[in-house]
Each structure stands twice: as C-alpha cells, then as structure tokens.
C-alpha cells in the first residue's frame, strides 16, 4: 500500500526552510493540517498571526511552521521559515491537492456550436456557452455558468458555479470566480431629461487579467465606452461591487462589501479594506492602503495608509459624543473667542 | 361548504390571549392579514410598533391584536396579549399556512446516483446534487439550486432557488435558504511570495445548525482549515459575508448589508445591525448589541450596546464639522493651553 | 454597400443641437463611440464632467457633443447642446442600437403551461416559469431566470440572465433586471418568544413600476402584509438591499451597496448614494439628495441635501482625531468651565 501524506523531510526538500526536531521526525508523515489548537500529530500547523503565539505551548500538531523566533518555544517538531504563512499555502497545497477536472461537456450543458471549447476544459451540467466564445485548455466552467457570446476565457481558470458573464468579455488564465459572481452586466448610466431618466447605453466590456480571483456574488459592470480593466493578479473577496470603466491595478487585493464608483482607477499593489466605498473619477495612487469602511471621496496621489471610519464606542457615550459633533463647528469658534479674548487680556 | 379561515374564538382557543368585544365576535372569521390602515373586516391586524398607534383610531380590522394598555381605544374587537407581534406571527401562520410541498425529483434535475434523497424531499427543475449528499425527510430543493459531493440537509430544510451549496456543507433541519446564497465558496485567503499573491488552500467546510436563515444573495465562505460554523436560530438578512473561519452563536440575528471578516466568533444571542464592519480575529461577546454601520475593530467582552456611525446632518453643516474633526487634535491642543494659561493666572 | 454609421447631419436632424464645423463635416459619418481620449475620426464623444476637459485640445474624435461654453476650445467638429450627456446617451443609441431579441421558448426553458406568454416574447435556455405567470410582448427571459407562480411582467421587460422573482410578483414595462438580482424573497421578520426566534410570516408581494432598472445582485424583499413598491423610473444599481415594505418613489436612483430597512418610505426624484443606510419605518421628502455612505436614522421632511460620512485622512492623523473624538464630551465640558471661568474673571 502507498503510503499517504508527505514526510518532514519531502517538505522541506521541495519548499525550503529548516526542520527542527529528532532524527526520525524528518520521516514523520503528515496527512493533512489543522489549527495550532486542533491539530493532532497526523497534521501539519502554522504559527504566522500572534495573535494565536498563546496556543504553541500546548499544540499536538505533527509539525508547525513558524519563523525563528517561535522556534524554541515549540514542544513539537517545527519548520522555520522567514514566511510561515506562505510555506504553509504551499505546505497545503502538497498535502490536500485540488481534486482532478475531467474534460468534455455535460450532456446537459447547452454549448453554441459557434463556441470553441478546448478539448481539455470542462463544461459542467446546466451551462450556457453563447456563439463565438472560445474556452481555453484545462478551464472549469462550473454548473449553472452563463456565459454569453464572444467570451474568451483563459487557461486553467475556473468558474465555479452559478457564474454570469455577459457578451464580448474576457477573461484571463489561471482566474478562479467564484458562484454569483457577474461579469460583465450594464453600468449605472443615467441622464436625466427633465422628466425621466434615459439609460446611457453601456458599450464597453470587461477585461480581466491572469490570476485574477473574484468573490462570490461580487460584480463587475461593463465599461460604457471603453472597458473595465482587471489587471494580472488583483483579488476580490465576496460581494464587492466594482463600477464601470473602473481599472483595479495588478496585484491589489479587495476585501469583502467594497464599492467602487465608475471611471475610477485604483493603482497596482494596493490594499483596500471591507465595506470601503471609493467615489467616481478618483485615481488611487500604487501601494496605497485604505483600511476598512473608509469613504474615498478624493484622489490619493500619495501612496500612504489612509483611514476614515471612527471606532465605535458604547451606545451612551458614543450618543454623547455624536451630539457634540453636530456642534463642533460652534465649540471651535467658541474656543477662538476665548483665545481672543485671552490674548486680549494679555495686551 | 366548509368555512374559510378561522374565527376569533379558535384563535384564542390556540393561541391564548384575552377577547375583547361582544359576544358575537367570537364567531367572527377573519381570512387574511392586513395593516391597520388597509385591513378590511375580513382581516386580523396587529399593534406592534408604537410609530403605527396613529393607525388603530380608524381601523376597519375585524381584530387588531394589541397590549393590555392600547386595548381601550381600540375601536373593533381586539385580543390583548403580552406579546402582540410574536402573536400576529403564530396568528399568520394559521390564517394563510405555507403551501404543502409535494415530493419526488423534477425529470430535468440532476440528481448523482449517489445521492440519498429522502422519499419525501422535493427536487426541481434545473437542480443538481453531486455524489454522497444525504437529503433529509420533507426537505425542499428549488429550481436552479447547486449542491456539491457530500453535503448533509436535514429535515424540514428548504433552499428556495439558485442556492449554491459547496461540497460538504452540513445545513440542519428547518433552515431556510433564500435565493442567491451562497454557501462554502473559498475565504479570501491569501499569502504575498514578494510579487504575486499565492492562494491558500481553503479546505475547511461549513456547518449550519438548525432553524438558520440565510437571506437572499449572502455569502458564508468555508473555512480555511477548520469550519466556518452557524449555530441553531441564526437569522443572517440578504446580502451579508461571514468570512473563513467565522462562528456566529446560537439565536444571533444579523441585519442586511453586514460583514464579518475572517475567523472572528460572535456569540449567542447578539443583535447586530445592517451595514456593520468586523474586523477579523475579534470576539464578540454573548448578549451584544451593534448597531447599524459600525465597525468593530476590537473584541467585545462585556455584553452592552455599541455605536459608530453618526448620525446625518444637512450636507453644508456636515462639511464645516468635518473640517474641523480633521483638526480635533489641533483643536484639543489649543484648548489645553489656554487651560494652562488660565490656571497660571490663578497662581 | 449600405453606408454604416450616421452622418453628423443626420445626428443634428433627428437629436437638435448645433453643427459647428466646416460645411463637409455635416456629411462625416460616426459608427462607434469612444472617450475624448481614445476615440477617432470614426467615433463620436462627448464632454460633459468637467474633469475631463483638459482631454478636449487633443482629441481625434470625428465629433464632440458639448455645451456652448466648450466649443470654443473642441479642435473638431463638436455639436452644441444644453444637455451632453443626454443627447450622448441618444445618439449612441442611434448609432449602437441593442440587437434584436428573438421570440419563441428554447426548448430547454420549463414553461408551465398554466403560463401565458406572448408569442412575441422570448424565454431562454434554462428559464423557469410557474404556473399562471402572464408574459407581455416583447419580453425578453434571459437563461436560468426562475420565475414563480401569477408573476406579471409587462411589455419589453427584460430579465438578463439568473434572476429569480418569487410568485405573485408584478414587474411593470421596459424594465431591466440585471444577473442575479432577487425579487420577492422573504423579508427579516423575526419575533422573540423567550427563548427563540419565531418567523413572522411574509405574505405581500413587489410590486415594480415601468422603467424600472434593478442591478445585478441586488435584492427587493416581497412586504409582510402589504407590497413592497417599486415606483416608475426608479434606477438602483448592483448589490442593493431593499427591505419589505418598502416604498420607492418614481425617478429616484439609487447608487451599488445601499441597503433600505424595512417600512421606510423614500420620496420621488430622490437621489441615494452608494452604501447608504436608510434605518426602518423612515420618511424621506421628495427630492431628497443623500451622500454616499450616509446613515440616515430619522426621517427627512425637509428636501435638501444631507451627509453623514467624515472625508478620510491619514491613518496617523486619523487616529489621533479619532482618540479625541472618543473625549469629544469632555472637552466641551472643558471649554464651558473655561468660558465661565473666563465671564467670572469679567465680573
């Protein structure tokens, strides 16, 4: 019988760092991972938060990876690594392998014959695939995914279910969207005619890059002329709302409930909290970091961190406090009254 | 020809509560539900909210169901009851009871030979439930709903349409699921090699007890390694993220819009308002209070009320206390120096 | 060979406006449209934000649309308008008309035969309709729309793809209902018996006006007694949450992330940023503008304009502010004991 799971030593073979523990620990197996308080000797576990530096003493895991400095207080073999939250992703990855796609379409996908499907890619029951679109080697189109006509997605990248891409979309290699996610549905364009609203017809489309991962239920309108761009690499959790002609730079990754108005462009490599909401025709300089439930209602040029929503307090005092706001605009000019008045008495 | 609805009489009979008018109304049948203004005769009202006491002088109702106090200006026939709105919702549920369901499998769902569905269950149109899922007695599966290998749906339990359910999801008995949610899709987990993001590998699943609801288009990712966990009579509104790793506590009600980052545990029985922020890694203690948009960016320990948005203001007056909240610390600064100076006088 | 496009003239015949330009350039002929910036002889622009006018000097466009105060400054030919934006929206209309829809069932739709569905409508793959749902003339069904039971839905409406209405719903005429967008779910009615959360029944409907837009995602609960209403012309965009009850009035649009609690009543021609939060049982004037990330808690009787969210700042000089704020009571307190201080030293 093969033998399951991967040895401390395989490990630290193919992703590096150093195993700390007995001789023999380097043959121990493990078979798969767990939390540093959950984890039982067949697991693999992680210290990278400090949060949790309180749970090591007594952890029962297998083997923990974790940075020098939590080294010594480990009473478990351990791998030191200078990034245990990287090594652990890839750790995992070698331990719980993703299950393998088949290839072919579900009898009970309905796929154009005008559509070009690599034979390699899979098309899951329930799926809708318009004329034209072209289905790159080894993609997951998940079941219930519509896709509309003159798509191209990419190489390897998954749809997991429930997806909704509209028409002349393009969708790189390696992306995985998660269920609900709409790529790709007409902008919030609005002229008013005096007595009515006219809709600004939404012509452009969507272009997302390699590696890109979308949320669950997360859209992402069309571009109403030119397109909204999804560079290489950016992140977006679940339920995020991006605008048209919006381009989110590479490598940016978006927490959960963020809004971004349309025509603003946030720069590569940046940070952008939950329920943070960005406001129309805004540049957003690279590296920048917003943290959670900011309003952005300016451009940041900077790169910098930026902030904008107060912590919350107890209802009683907070109520307090929240009045005196509504007045500060009085209480300052009180108190240059009162600084007037004293320099006054000064003369 | 059988009677329709259900007289006044019945309804204390099963419901409690204290008849107040003539003798005759307690053979008066009322067959519908209706608001105090716009019930007819025909239809039972109630008096919950104070803001509507307005409404109950001019009632058509054939019954308003009230508190002892609101009783004597009621002008039709009234039960008294401690709880009128807890009253109403039993009352309801009598007068217009939820339509029988009926069972079996709809010929286009798509249903893996190695499913257990219970004789009883219900599956529609456009459904698919993968390998190893177990679907419990009287259980309901709405058209268009995807359910991966290995998930566990306990009796009673309906997903209403277009619900995603990933692989071994366990939901318990008499859940309701509304349209759209999305239940085990990946956390957003992340970890930076020093030019690209890598994915860490979510293999946790999710664990919904009994009597859940999930509103419509609200997402729950599956946990990281361990579960992301909803105990029994949570009540999650439309369009809320639960991150990776999150527990929410029995019989914690939760309002629309609201976010909860990655592996924070709020406890049992908390209220927690629409909009609201929570940052990861927190925890909220049994009891809670958050209202509405507040970010909590720190653990609760001690059960109480907690705030953090403020309230609005005309937007010219806002704008003038928000530029001077930019200089509050400047402002605090200057107040103390006048304080020192004022008090060296007194020497 | 047909011409394409549509000359500058033809534009100026069917739209208003004035050509300035050489006598030739009436004959020039657009057949696309593109942004300042990008667009070429071929295309058509428009300038209405002023944020883009510093792209006018050196545009391509074969036209620019632009009010009086820009021609000057347009080195093309431009047609001058009260209203760019406007006769833009018109024009690309003109010049990209919508494909035409097909009619007839694709024969993977399920359509009760209890439903009634204009021969001139289309229903697409994977559509379900229930029984004695009534389809009007030219509506189009877009793939994996699940559609209930006595659903109405008027003349040229178009439901996208994935949207679910539950039964009894009303959708009214040229409406545009966007992927994934929830009409009818159960609202958030919860009542407390002691120990548990019981259901309050949800037996009203939605009812949706003409040129209603719904975005993707977003979801209109069905009322508890009465409907939840939908008034003509209203626009909400992606991820938006209307509770039950509700009432929007006619031209009021609303921006992605804004959430609407249960019972309020929000006036017409209002305009609603993104991720407002309207509490519950509120009234909100007619014309009635409220910025982006607002928390409306108190109803609005008087039209106007209204914030309630503090510009962001550094997050160093953020916090600073933000610590203050938390004392924000006491230094007022401060302030007052100075100025009597400071009146009695005048005595």
């Keep these: 019988m093969a033998e399951t799971g991967i040895s401390l030593r395989e490990l630290v073979d193919r992703l590096g760092g150093t195993l700390r523990g007995d001789a023999k620990d380097s043959e121990h197996r493990v078979t798969r991972v767990g939390t540093l308080g959950e984890a039982r000797p067949d697991a693999l576990s992680f210290l990278s938060n400090p949060h949790y530096r309180h749970l090591l003493a007594n952890t029962r895991a297998g083997c923990v990876i974790l940075a ?31 299950h393998p796609i088949g290839s072919g379409c579900h009898p009970q996908a309905t796929v154009s014959s005008q ?37 191209r997605i990419g190489r390897g990248t998954r749809l997991n279910a429930g997806v ?9 290699e390696d992306c995985i969207l998660h269920p609900g996610a709409v ?24 272009i997302i890059g390699n590696r890109v991962d979308v949320g669950a239920n997360t859209t992402i309108d069309r571009g109403a002329i030119g397109n909204t761009v999804i560079e290489d690499d950016v992140k977006l959790d679940n339920l995020i709302q991006i605008g048209h002609n919006v381009c989110i730079g590479a490598h940016t990754a978006i927490a959960g409930c963020t809004g971004i108005s349309g025509s603003s462009t946030v720069g ?15 540049t957003i300089a690279d590296g920048t970091v917003i943290t959670g439930k900011t309003l952005v209602n300016h451009s940041i040029h900077r790169p910098g961190q930026y902030s904008g929503a107060l912590p919350m307090d107890d209802s009683a005092r907070w109520r307090r406090n929240s009045a005196r706001f509504r007045r ?20």
Tied chains: 1, 2, 3.
């Design 328 to 347: 500060l605009e009085q209480l300052a000019r009180r108190l240059r009254k009162l600084e007037q008045h004293d320099g006054d008495r000064d003369l």
């Design 183 to 206: 790529i790709g549905a007409d902008g919030f364009g609005l002229a008013w005619n005096g007595s009515n609203w006219e809709r600004v017809p939404q012509l452009g489309s969507v």
């Design 268 to 282: 590569r490599n940046c940070l952008i909290g939950g329920q943070v909401g960005i406001a129309g025709h805004l």
């Design 115 to 151: 559509a070009e499907i690599d034979p390699s890619a899979y098309i899951s029951v329930g799926a809708v695939l318009g004329a034209g679109t072209k289905v790159g080697e080894s993609v997951y189109i998940g079941p219930g995914c519509i896709i509309g006509e003159r798509v």
């Design 68 to 98: 020098a400095a939590d080294a010594e207080a480990c009473p478990v073999p351990c791998i030191v690594t200078s990034n245990p939250y990287l090594y652990y992703a890839r750790a995992a990855l070698l331990i719980c392998p993703p």
């Design 164 to 172: 909704t891409v509209i028409a002349e979309a393009t969708i790189g």
